[in-house]
């Protein structure tokens, strides 16, 4: 019984011996300093705070350091193979870029820590705010009299996951104002001149905003193009942006004066959320058609809205007239939207790179230009479980070339139950766009 026992205790003696032996590696105790370096591409600079992660390949352990302002991320490590990754959003141009990176980087005993790992981004847009209505039309008047038309609105919303800056951001509209078959940019080969050009014309003026504004990932802001005083107290069809979270197209130092479009704004916008002007041509208002307008929305790049628009070497002469247009580099423009009138057959305006497309629109009745809703993004968003309303009944298909949306889900009343919209953006009006029988603003 005692050799048994002695038998025993030797065992298990060597046992922890072995396992001692084992784990008696120094170079899991050591530690060593790895420096990680951010290498944007050329037109981005690096910033501090960003997230920079290491994952170690062979036992999972994780580590994360935020940057410095030389875009640099230091981390202590043992010995092992782990894979950096990073991603940093920005906000440029009124579009969501997205930067990300991956690297395998090798710890071993012979590491010199005072060499950092460069860590490449590359670039890729995410998302980008779009024109989620335009209401252009009009409205009838109570007494039947006729139609009221100075009450416009365009609502811009963030479609991305990440806040983005209106910097530079610009409203435009295209030439002609209406879409009629004399457009003077067509060529004989049946070509809008500025096609091959890559740019496209804003007529009269552009608006731009004077102060700094951001937009929320999935929020909007409502501008009112005209009138931005509350329109119902006269038109109960009408209006009302009487609304301190609105901002309005009124430019009191500019050219644009005529009080039938442009009366003093409603004393609950703030000032700071008036647009400014920037105007070449000869109107006293900005020329937003109310049959048939293609506007659109731009951010400069490498200048403001108003120097670019300033400067006569952007400027010229549509062809025949001495209605001055600015040339907006297609690459500047953020979104579109064309419409044409009812029964209306004439010629697109907006190059195939900006909108491939169209949509119709009825005047004078109420209703506005809307955004379908990308069903497949939105109802990927865990978060909208149970908030989406479905049957959407605002649709004009009973009309003369009316449409709806083909997603089935009422955005409106969506967003009222607290879901979060994803809209459909192709470049496509005609694929994007319905006409709504009702401006949202009256929901």
């Keep these: 019984m005692?050799?048994?026992?002695?038998?025993?205790?030797?065992?298990?003696?060597?046992?922890?011996?072995v396992s001692c032996s084992d784990n008696d590696d120094p170079s899991d105790y050591q530690t060593y300093d790895v420096t990680v370096k951010l290498v944007y591409p050329s037109d981005y600079e690096s910033v501090e705070?960003?997230?920079?992660?290491?994952?170690?390949?062979?036992?999972?352990?994780?580590?994360?350091?935020?940057?410095?302002?030389?875009?640099?991320?230091?981390?202590?490590?043992?010995?092992?193979?782990y894979q950096a990754t990073v991603t940093d959003k920005r906000s440029v141009s009124g579009s969501s870029v997205v930067l990300n990176g991956m690297a395998n980087i090798s710890v071993g005993t012979d590491w010199v820590a005072t060499t950092p790992v460069e860590l490449s981004l590359t670039a890729s847009k995410a998302g980008s705010v779009v024109i989620k209505e335009l209401y252009a039309g009009g409205c009838q008047k109570d007494d039947g009299s006729g139609k009221f038309q100075r009450d416009p609105y365009v609502i811009l919303y963030n479609n991305s996951e990440n806040e983005i800056s209106l910097e530079n951001m610009a409203l435009g509209?295209?030439?002609?104002?209406?879409?009629?078959?004399?457009?003077?940019?067509?060529?004989?080969?049946?070509?809008?001149?500025?096609?091959?050009?890559?740019?496209?014309?804003?007529?009269?003026?552009?608006w731009?905003?004077?102060?700094?504004?951001?937009?929320?990932?999935?929020?909007?802001?409502?501008?009112?193009?005209?009138?931005?005083?509350?329109?119902?107290?006269?038109?109960s069809n009408s209006i009302n942006f009487a609304n301190a979270e609105y901002y309005c197209t009124y430019d009191v130092s500019g050219q644009y004066k005529n009080t039938t479009y442009y009366p003093s704004p409603s004393e609950v916008i703030p000032t700071d959320h008036y647009l400014s002007s920037t105007v070449y041509g000869i109107a006293n208002a900005w020329p937003l058609s109310v049959n048939s307008p293609a506007f659109f929305i731009?951010?400069?790049?490498?200048?403001?809205?108003?120097?670019?628009?300033?400067?006569?070497?952007?400027?010229q002469n549509y062809p025949g007239t001495t209605q001055v247009v600015i040339k907006v580099p297609v690459e500047w423009v953020v979104d579109a939207v064309e419409v044409k009138g009812q029964g209306v057959d004439g010629y697109k305006r907006l190059t195939s790179t900006v909108d491939a497309g169209?949509?119709?629109?009825?005047?004078?009745?109420?209703?506005?230009?809307?955004?379908?809703?990308?069903?497949?993004?939105?109802?990927?968003?865990?978060?909208?479980?149970?908030?989406?309303?479905?049957?959407?009944?605002?649709?004009?298909?009973?009309?003369?070339?009316?449409?709806?949306?083909?997603?089935?889900?009422?955005?409106?009343?969506?967003?009222?139950?607290?879901?979060?919209?994803?809209?459909?953006?192709?470049?496509?009006?005609?694929?994007d766009f319905h006409q709504r029988s009702r401006a949202s603003l009256k929901d």
Excluded: C
């Design 208 to 235: 731009h905003f004077k102060n700094t504004v951001s937009i929320p990932a999935g929020e909007e802001i409502v501008i009112a193009l005209q009138n931005a005083v509350d329109n119902t107290v006269t038109y």
């Design 298 to 315: 731009f951010s400069t790049e490498g200048t403001t809205p108003a120097a670019y628009a300033a400067n006569v070497a952007n400027q």
């Design 49 to 81: 705070n960003v997230t920079v992660t290491l994952v170690n390949t062979g036992n999972n352990t994780t580590y994360e350091d935020s940057t410095n302002v030389s875009g640099e991320a230091t981390f202590s490590v043992p010995v092992g193979i």
């Design 358 to 431: 169209y949509v119709t629109m009825i005047s004078g009745v109420g209703y506005s230009i809307y955004r379908n809703v990308d069903r497949e993004a939105t109802e990927a968003i865990e978060e909208n479980s149970g908030k989406l309303v479905y049957n959407y009944s605002l649709g004009t298909t009973s009309e003369q070339e009316g449409s709806t949306d083909p997603s089935g889900i009422d955005a409106e009343a969506s967003i009222k139950k607290g879901a979060r919209i994803v809209y459909k953006d192709t470049n496509n009006s005609t694929n």
């Design 2 to 17: 005692k050799l048994t026992k002695l038998l025993f205790l030797l065992i298990i003696a060597l046992l922890l011996g």
């Design 173 to 206: 509209i295209a030439l002609p104002y209406g879409m009629t078959t004399s457009n003077k940019y067509y060529g004989t080969d049946g070509k809008l001149s500025y096609e091959a050009e890559n740019w496209i014309p804003a007529g009269d003026a552009i």
